[in-house]
């Protein structure tokens, strides 16, 4: 029975094309900063630090099984920037408190909101010179009936912007809430990269019905072609 269990977590968790989607978003949106990549097995968590690995990240997986000394070594040597990336199951989501940690990575996909939030307070510590927390969340083969924890979901934000103030002073989402509706780009906190020539507010929860009479600019240019 545990060999099909670890079966099925392994199928679950071996998405190539997410996986490296993992780290193509860390090096174009979070390169240099510490970041803790929650996964959804051992397995996982060791195929997302190869993949950093391989790319020239200093990354590593740790897990609840490995010795204590052997982790505290990892944790130390993130701490030191030896490390830049952690990729971690069923370790890190309670009881360890590092408030250098800047990026944090949902590659664990739960419909628990205690597991969710235990997750996210590993980032939320103060430290001197950390302005921000950026959160990532990766969420595939969802439904309104099967849908994951997410920062949005979490603090019941309907709305969508890439890049967006989530959780600051009131006067600062204000007044990022007025460049929006004068289609004017924010200056975020962190240097984000998106291009963009026009900014539309998304439903997260009902964005197939909003988008459901749409077409893609593929489809438009073929119309136009024909």
């Not at 020239?56 to 701490?79: N, T």
């Not at 289609?183 to 906190?189: G, Q, W």
């Not at 909003?210 to 136009?224: D, I, P, T």
Request: hydrophobic share 40%; proline share 4%; net charge neutral.
């Amino acid at each position: 029975m545990c060999g099909t269990i670890s079966g099925i977590w392994r199928r679950r968790s071996y998405v190539p094309e997410r996986n490296r989607l993992i780290v193509d978003t860390w090096l174009q949106y979070a390169q240099g900063r510490r970041t803790v990549v929650f996964c959804a097995s051992v397995w996982h968590a060791e195929e997302i630090a190869a993949l950093f690995q391989k790319a020239g990240v200093p990354a590593a997986a740790v897990s609840g099984g490995m010795k204590r000394s052997e982790r505290e070594e990892f944790q130390d040597k993130f701490v030191r920037r030896e490390i830049q990336v952690l990729c971690a199951c069923d370790l890190l989501n309670k009881g360890w408190d590092c408030p250098e940690i800047e990026v944090l990575f949902m590659a664990r996909p739960t419909m628990s909101r205690v597991l969710y939030t235990q997750q996210l307070g590993r980032g939320m510590r103060l430290y001197e010179g950390k302005e921000s927390l950026m959160v990532f969340d990766f969420v595939d083969n969802a439904s309104q009936y099967n849908m994951p924890m997410s920062l949005h979901r979490l603090f019941k934000l309907r709305k969508y912007r890439a890049g967006e103030l989530v959780l600051s002073p009131r006067d600062r989402r204000d007044a990022e809430a007025e460049l929006y509706d004068r289609r004017e780009k924010p200056a975020a906190l962190l240097d984000w990269p998106v291009d963009a020539t026009d900014y539309e507010l998304v439903d997260i929860f009902n964005w197939q019905e909003e988008a459901e009479g749409m077409v893609s600019q593929m489809e438009f240019v073929r119309w136009v072609n024909v």
